[in-house]
C-alpha cells in the first residue's frame, strides 16, 4: 500500500497516518510512505523498519518529471493501493492509474488556506477533474464528507467517513488530578500547532490579553503556551510585544513531549480558521482539558459545546477571551469539562476504532475481507 502525502513532518495528519501504519496488522498490508516534497525526522517515528519513505521533490522538478517518476516507483512497488491525502496528493492519481492500481483512495483531512470554506472555484474545477480517478474517497469530518457529496459531486455511496483516533494511554490526564491543584498556582492556558496563517494563534494571543484584562483574579498570573514552529512566530511574537504579554506567554517551539506539555496545562484553546478533524483536539480531551474551538471544519463533531468544552465564531478573538477567564474563574465547569472531555475522547475517538475502520476500508476494496476472516477463525481453532 503506497500513502501519498504533501511532506512527512510534524502535523496531525503525518501524525494519524504513521499511528496507523504503526498500528495496522502486519501480516495484512505493508507500506510505503510517498511525500510530494520530502520528509523531516518525523519518520523516525515510524516503527516498522520494513516501511519505505519517498521523497518526489516536487519543488525542484516539473509535474511531467514528478508524474514521470511516480510512475516508475508505482510500478516497482506494484501497490495493491495507493491512498493520496488533501490536495497535493491528487497528483499521483494518473501515474497511478497509469501504472495500473485497481484501488485509488483520496482522503479529505482538512482545508487549504486558499480555500477556508470550500468555495474556491479553482480548487472545486480540481478535485471535479480528478474525481473520475478516484475508486473510494475518505473523509474524517461530516463538514468533509458533505463537501465531497456536495460541490464535488461524489456519490454517497463511494465516500466513508472515518474519525481520526487518539491513544488514550500515552495522552491522559495529570496522575494527580486537576483538582489537587493548588489554587494559588498559575492558571495555564495552551495550543498545540504548526505556526502559520490557518492557525491563527495571533487571535489567541489577543484573546488571552482580553481575558488578562477583563477576568477575575484567577487570571492574574496566568500563562499562555504556545507550541509549535512556522512561518507565523514573527507576526505571533510582534502580536505579543504589541499587547506587552512577554512575561505571560512563552513560545515554546516543536517539542517532542506533548503528552507530557498537555498535563501542565489547565485550558486548551484551538482558534484555527480551517480545520478537518483536529489531532490536538482529541489529544487535549485524552489529557483531560477542556477545549475552546472555533466553529469551523469538524471542530464541532468533537467539542460538545457546554459540555466538554466551548465553540466560538472564527476569529472572534473577544468571545474566545470570555471563555477563557469564564473557565479560571468556575473550578467547578473547569472540571467537570475535562472529565467529560476524558471520557468522550475515551469512549468514542480511541486509535485503535480508527486503525479497525481504515483496515475494514482496505480490506473490502482489495478483497482481503474473506481472507482475513478465514484467518481469525483458524487462530481461534482447537
Known sequence: MAHVIHELCIGGLENGLVNLVNRMPSDRYRHAIVCMTGYSEFRERIRHSDVQVFAMNRGQASLARTYLDLYRLFRRLEPSIVHTRNLSGLDALLPAVCARVAVRIHGEHGRDMHDLDGTNPKYRRLKRMFRPLVTHYTAVSADL??????????????????????????????????????????????????????????????????????GSSAMRNARLVIIGEGPSRPDIEQAIAEASLQSQVELLGARNDIPELLRTMDLFVLPSLAEGISNTILEAMA?????????????????????????????DWSAMGEQIAAYAADRARLLGHAEAARQRAEREFSLDAMVENYT???????????????????????
Open 360 to 382: 475494514a476500508l482496505y480490506d473490502s476494496l482489495t478483497g482481503q475481507q474473506g481472507r482475513a476472516e478465514a484467518r481469525a477463525t483458524m487462530r481461534s481453532a482447537p
Open 145 to 214: 464528507a458533505a463537501y465531497l457529496e456536495g460541490p464535488i459531486g461524489v456519490p454517497a455511496a463511494r465516500i466513508r467517513q472515518i474519525y481520526n483516533g487518539v491513544d488514550t494511554g500515552l495522552f491522559r490526564p495529570n496522575v494527580s488530578g486537576p483538582s489537587t491543584v493548588p489554587d494559588d498556582r498559575p492558571f495555564v492556558v495552551g495550543t498545540v500547532g504548526r505556526l502559520q496563517p490557518v492557525k491563527d494563534q495571533v487571535s489567541l494571543v489577543k484573546a488571552f490579553g482580553t481575558a488578562l484584562e477583563h
Open 287 to 315: 489529557s483531560g482539558l477542556p477545549v475552546i474551538a472555533t466553529r469551523t471544519g469538524g471542530n464541532g463533531d468533537l467539542v460538545r459545546d457546554g459540555v466538554t468544552g466551548a465553540l466560538v465564531d472564527v476569529g
